[in-house]
C-alpha cells in the first residue's frame, strides 16, 4: 500500500520552479501537521485493513504547496513484506524539496527507527520516461527496508514542497480521494491555507462529506472517510461529464487570472535577435512567400520537421518555456518551446498569433472544473489568417499548406493573453485531407473457393505517417516486410506477401504502404448463394452505446476526433461477372452517428469498384438522439452491401478444373512461389503452398513445401499431414515413419496416436493399434471421447463388427444427445450392414440435433442404399451435396446409385468428381462391398 501511496502522492505534486536540494531532507513533522491518532489493537488485528494510516495533508500558504504524507502499512503475509522490501519516493529537485520525517517499524510496543544511527536514503538520477521522448529530472531517493518480517507494521512519514515561479505567486494542489471498497484504518484528507489566501476549493465526486472549519487564521476543509464507490459510467461519455475523485484548490480567481498569469511566458519581443541564425529563416520565408497563409505553413514545417521533440520539465521547464534561439540550436524541445518559436516566427512574419493551453490527454475540460493551470498539458499556435483561426501544433508532423484548416483533437483551450481571456471552445471540423486512404485490387477470377490475388495500397497522415516514414528510411527490409505483413493481416484475411514497399513524402507528409500477394478468399454460402461483404468505410460505423440505466440516459456518446477516411475497392469477379448482382445499399449520402457517409458502388461487366467516404463531423450524439440514431446504423449495417454469387452453386471441384481451364490457377502458383522467395525462411509461406497444391488435388506436389516446413522447423501437425499425403500416394514407409516422428515429437498428442493405430490395424499390428487406443483411453483426459471413437472405426475395418458397435453403443448410453455419436453409429451400421432399422433412427435422431446434418443425411443415404431405397438415398445425398458440394462420400455414392438407375453419364462424373477429391476411395468403399 506505501508504494501505491507514494505514485499518487507524486501525482498531487503540481510542478513548479525552486531552488531545492539534491539529496533528501531529514527534519521533523512540521508545526501545522495535525498528528494521526497512535495505532490501536483493534487496528492491528489479522482481520483489520492492511492500511493502518492513510494520512494526507496540504498547505497552500505564500506561492507554496507543502504535502505531507503519512502511511502505515501491516506486514500480513510473505507477499506484501516483499513488495515493501524497498522504499522509493521519486521527486524532482527542480520542483522543490522530499522532505523525509519518518521511517520505522512498529513491533508490537517496539520502534525500531530506520533513521537512527544516520541511515540515509540512496539517491538515484534514472530518466525513467527517456523513451517517451520526456526528460524530467526526477530522483529516486531508495532505501532497503532491513529486518521486515510479518507481523510487522512499516511506518513512513515524508512530505514534498513546491512553488513555481511561473504561476506569479499564485498556487494549485490536487489531493486523490480514496473510494469505497478501499478499507483504513485511519484515513485522512486535509487541506489548510490562510484564511487572507483567495482559495478556491472544489470536489468533483459525489457523496463527499467534507467538513470545513476556521481556526487561527486558516481555513480547513478536512475528510475522514473514503467516498463512495463510484458509480459505473459509460465508457464512451464525453471528458467534460467526468467526475474525478479529486480535492482540487487554487488560488486564481477565474480563468482569465490563470491566461493573464501565463501570458508573459509568451512574450516573444526581442527573442528573435537581428542577424541570427532565426532571423535568417524569417527572412527566407519571407522572401519565398508573400501569402500569409503559406508563410504560417513554412514556419510550422520549419518548427515540426527541423525540431524534434524531447519533454524538459527540469529548471522550471513544467510550465517555462525555453528560448526560441536556444531551442533552434538544440534542435530539439517540447511543445512550449515550440509553441515559443513558432510564435517569434509567425510574430516576425506579421502573422497575429498567440500561445493557447490545451488538455491534450484529456482532450476537455471537464464541467464546472476550478481555473487551475494544472487542467492543461499541452499548448500550441492560434494564428488569425484573414479573420479565421488557424490551429498550429509544432510537436505535430506533415501539417502542411492543404492542411491548415484542420482542428486539434481536444475540445477547449486557454488563450493566453497580457488582458486575460476565458476558455475557448475549438470548432469541430473534419480534415481536409483524408487521414487514411486504403485501395484495394482483389483478383478472384479464379473462383469464389479459391484464394485470390490483391494488391493493396494504404495511404496516411500526421503522426502514423511520420513513424512509417522512420521505419522507410531506418528500418532493415526484413523489418519493413513483418510491419507491412502485420498491416496486411488487418486488412485481409490470411494475407501473404509476394511483394511490398514503405515510403514517405516530405512535400506531401504521405506515406505509403503497398503490397502485393495473396489472401483468403471472403466468399460465403448463405441463402441459397455465394456471398462476399464489401463493408468499406462501413467497418467504421459501430454504434452500440449502452443507455440502458436512467442515470446514463442524459449523457452524450462520445464518438473521436475529427476524421476523414477514403476506401476503394476493385473486385474481379470469376466468369466475366456472369450471374453475379449487387444487393445492400448500393448508394449512401447521409449523416449518422456524427459521420457522414457517401458511397458509390459499380457492376460493370466482371469488375465491382467501391467508393466510401466516411467524415467524422460532430465529437459526440446528443442524448436525445441516441436511440433513433442506435436503430439507423443497424438498419444500415443490416442493408450491408454484398456482391451475390449466381443462382446455381459452384463447387469448389468446378473452380479448379475452371481455373485450369482458363488459365486463372497460374498466376496463382507464380505469388505462391513469389511469396517463397520473398521470405523463404518463413515455412508459412511453403505450408501455405502446400494447402493450396493439396486443395486443387495436387496432393503429391504438396509433399515437397510440408517437408520444406519440417526442415524449418517441425510440428506434430505437419508429420501427421504428411503422413496422410505419403497415404495417398502410396508410401506406406515413409507414411509410418512420419507418424513415429510425431509420435516422438509430442507423445500425447491425439491425431498422431490415432494415425499410428489406424496405420497399425490396416498393416497387420492389430494388437498394437488397439493396445494404443486403449492405453489413451484408460488414460482420460479430454480427446477420450475421440480415442474411443477411433477403436470403433478400428475393430469395424478390422471386420469386429459386435465389439466396434459395443464401444459406440457405450458412448451413445452415456451421451444419448450427442449428434456426432449418434451419426457415427448409423453410419457404422450401414457400412456394416446390420441393424438397419435401429440406423435409421440414430440419423434421424442426429439430424434433429443439428443445424445442417450434412454427414448424417450422407450416413442416412447409405441406410438407404442398403435398403434398396435408392430414390430415398438419392434425396438425402443431394441435401447433403446442397450444402457440402464437396463432400467425396456423397459423390461417390451417389454415383454408385446413378449406376444403378441406369444413367450412366451422371454416375461417371459423380465418381470422377469423387476420385479427385479422395484418390482412396474407392478402397474404402471396397472393403464394404460396395463397388462401381
Not at 468533483?204 to 458509480?231: F, M
Request: hydrophobic share 45%.
Amino acid at each position: 500500500m506505501i508504494r501505491g501511496a507514494i505514485a499518487a502522492t507524486v501525482a498531487i505534486v503540481v510542478a513548479g520552479a525552486a531552488q531545492a536540494s539534491e539529496a533528501p531532507l531529514y527534519k521533523p513533522t512540521p508545526d501545522w501537521v495535525k498528528p494521526a491518532p497512535p495505532f490501536t489493537p483493534a487496528q492491528l488485528a489479522p482481520s483489520a485493513p492492511l492500511t493502518v494510516l492513510y494520512d494526507m495533508q496540504q498547505r497552500l500558504q505564500d506561492g507554496e504547496v507543502w504535502s505531507y504524507f503519512d502511511s502505515a502499512t501491516r506486514m500480513a503475509n510473505a507477499d506484501v513484506v516483499t513488495r515493501n522490501g524497498t522504499l522509493t519516493l521519486p521527486w524532482q529537485p527542480d520542483h522543490g524539496d522530499l522532505v523525509i520525517h519518518r521511517v520505522e517499524i512498529v513491533r508490537g510496543g517496539e520502534r525500531i527507527d530506520l533513521l537512527a544511527g544516520g541511515k540515509r536514503f540512496n539517491v538515484l538520477r534514472r530518466e525513467q520516461q527517456l523513451e517517451q521522448l520526456e526528460v524530467n529530472g526526477v530522483l529516486s531517493a531508495t532505501m532497503a527496508i532491513e529486518g521486515l518480517r510479518i507481523g510487522d507494521v512499516l511506518h513512513v512519514a515524508f512530505s514534498t514542497t513546491n512553488r513555481d515561479t511561473a504561476l506569479g505567486g499564485r498556487m494549485q494542489a490536487l489531493m486523490p480521494l480514496p473510494t469505497a471498497p478501499a478499507r483504513f484504518g485511519f484515513l485522512r484528507a486535509r487541506m489548510i491555507w490562510p484564511v487572507a489566501e483567495p482559495v478556491q476549493w472544489k470536489i468533483y465526486a459525489d457523496g463527499a462529506k467534507p467538513v470545513v472549519t476556521t481556526a487561527n487564521g486558516y481555513r480547513e476543509v478536512l475528510i475522514e472517510s473514503p467516498l463512495p464507490k463510484l458509480p459505473d459510467m459509460p465508457q464512451d461519455m464525453p471528458v467534460r461529464f467526468a467526475k474525478p475523485t479529486l480535492l482540487e484548490a487554487t488560488s486564481f480567481a477565474d480563468w482569465p487570472a490563470v491566461s493573464r498569469t501565463m501570458a508573459p511566458l509568451y512574450d516573444t519581443k526581442g527573442l528573435i535577435a537581428p542577424g541570427s541564425p532565426l532571423a535568417a529563416e524569417v527572412a527566407r520565408i519571407k522572401a519565398a512567400e508573400s501569402d500569409p497563409r503559406k508563410r504560417a505553413a513554412l514556419a510550422l514545417d520549419l518548427v515540426q520537421d527541423k525540431v524534434r521533440y524531447l519533454f524538459n520539465g527540469m529548471n522550471g521547464g513544467n510550465y517555462l518555456p525555453q528560448p526560441p534561439a536556444e531551442t533552434w540550436s538544440l534542435r530539439y524541445g517540447d511543445c512550449k518551446a515550440k509553441t515559443l518559436l513558432l510564435l517569434a516566427l509567425l510574430r516576425g512574419l506579421d502573422i497575429e498569433a498567440e500561445a493557447v493551453v490545451a488538455p491534450a490527454q484529456a482532450g476537455d475540460v471537464i464541467d464546472g472544473r476550478l481555473p487551475i493551470p494544472g487542467a492543461f498539458d499541452h499548448v500550441i499556435v492560434r494564428a488569425t489568417i484573414g479573420g479565421e483561426s488557424v490551429w498550429l501544433d509544432g510537436t505535430m508532423s506533415g501539417t502542411r499548406l492543404a492542411d491548415l484548416d484542420d482542428v486539434p483533437t481536444f475540445r477547449t483551450v486557454l488563450p493566453l493573453r497580457p488582458a486575460g481571456a476565458g476558455l475557448m471552445p475549438v470548432p469541430f471540423r473534419a480534415p481536409a485531407r483524408p487521414v487514411g486512404e486504403v485501395v484495394m485490387d482483389v483478383d478472384q477470377r479464379a473462383g469464389v473457393t479459391m484464394p485470390v490475388l490483391m494488391k493493396t495500397t494504404l495511404r496516411m497522415r500526421g503522426p502514423q505517417a511520420a513513424m512509417v516514414g522512420l521505419v522507410a528510411t531506418q528500418a532493415a527490409p526484413e523489418q519493413q516486410r513483418d510491419m507491412v505483413q502485420q498491416v496486411m493481416n488487418e486488412l485481409m484475411s490470411g494475407a501473404r506477401l509476394t511483394e511490398q514497399s514503405v515510403a514517405y513524402d516530405a512535400a506531401t507528409g504521405i506515406a505509403t504502404i503497398s503490397a502485393s500477394g495473396l489472401a483468403s478468399s471472403g466468399w460465403q454460402w448463405d441463402r441459397g448463394r455465394h456471398r462476399i461483404a464489401l463493408d468499406g468505410g462501413m467497418s467504421e460505423l459501430n454504434f452500440q452505446p449502452d443507455r440502458a440505466r436512467p442515470a446514463w440516459r442524459s449523457i452524450p456518446v462520445q464518438i473521436g476526433e475529427p476524421r476523414r477516411t477514403r476506401y476503394h475497392e476493385t473486385l474481379r469477379l470469376p466468369q466475366n461477372g456472369r450471374g453475379y448482382t449487387l444487393a445492400g445499399d448500393q448508394t449512401l449520402a447521409e449523416t449518422m452517428a456524427a459521420r457522414t457517409i457517401n458511397r458509390r458502388v459499380a457492376l460493370d461487366g466482371g469488375t465491382v469498384t467501391l467508393d466510401d467516404e466516411v467524415v467524422t463531423v460532430a465529437p459526440d450524439v446528443p442524448a436525445d438522439a441516441v436511440a433513433a440514431t442506435r436503430a439507423r446504423v443497424a438498419l444500415v449495417k443490416a442493408r450491408k452491401l454484398e456482391v451475390v454469387g449466381p443462382a446455381v452453386r459452384q463447387s469448389h471441384v468446378a473452380d479448379v478444373a475452371e481455373a485450369r481451364r482458363n488459365g486463372t490457377l497460374q498466376p496463382l502458383l507464380a505469388a505462391y512461389a513469389k511469396a517463397i522467395a520473398n521470405d523463404p525462411e518463413d515455412r508459412e509461406n511453403y505450408l501455405n503452398r502446400a494447402r493450396f497444391l493439396a486443395g486443387i488435388y495436387d496432393y503429391k506436389g504438396a509433399i515437397p513445401d510440408v517437408t520444406r516446413a519440417i526442415e524449418i522447423e517441425p510440428t506434430v501437425d505437419d508429420y501427421v499431414w504428411r503422413a496422410s499425403l505419403y497415404e495417398i500416394a502410396g508410401d506406406a514407409k515413409r507414411q509410418r515413419a512420419d507418424l513415429d516422428e510425431a509420435i516422438a515429437l509430442d507423445p500425447g498428442a491425439a491425431a498422431a496416436a490415432i494415425g499410428l493405430a489406424s496405420y497399425q490395424a490396416k498393416h497387420g499390428e492389430r494388437d498394437a493399434g488397439l493396445a494404443l487406443m486403449q492405453e489413451r483411453i484408460d488414460a482420460g483426459g479430454k480427446e477420450v471421447l475421440t480415442y474411443q471413437m477411433a477403436k470403433a472405426d478400428m475393430l469395424a475395418d478390422l471386420g469386429e463388427r459386435d465389439g466396434a458397435l459395443a464401444v459406440l453403443d457405450e458412448l451413445v448410453v452415456a451421451n444419448p444427445t450427442d449428434a456426432q455419436l449418434l451419426n457415427a453409429r448409423c453410419w457404422m451400421k450401414a457400412t456394416l450392414s446390420v441393424q438397419l432399422d435401429t440406423a435409421l433412427k440414430d440419423c434421424n435422431r442426429s439430424i434433429e440435433l443439428t443445424d445442417t446434418g450434412v454427414q448424417a443425411l450422407d450416413s442416412r443415404a447409405m441406410v438407404h442404399y442398403r435398403l434398396g431405397q435408392m430414390d430415398a438415398a438419392l434425396a438425402d445425398l443431394g441435401a447433403a451435396l446442397e450444402t457440402a458440394p464437396d463432400l467425396p462420400a456423397s459423390l461417390y455414392l451417389r454415383g454408385i446409385v446413378l449406376q444403378k438407375q441406369g444413367k450412366s453419364a451422371e454416375a461417371t462424373a459423380a465418381l470422377a468428381t469423387a476420385r479427385t477429391i479422395a484418390p482412396l476411395i474407392d478402397a474404402q468403399y471396397a472393403r464394404w462391398g460396395i463397388k462401381p
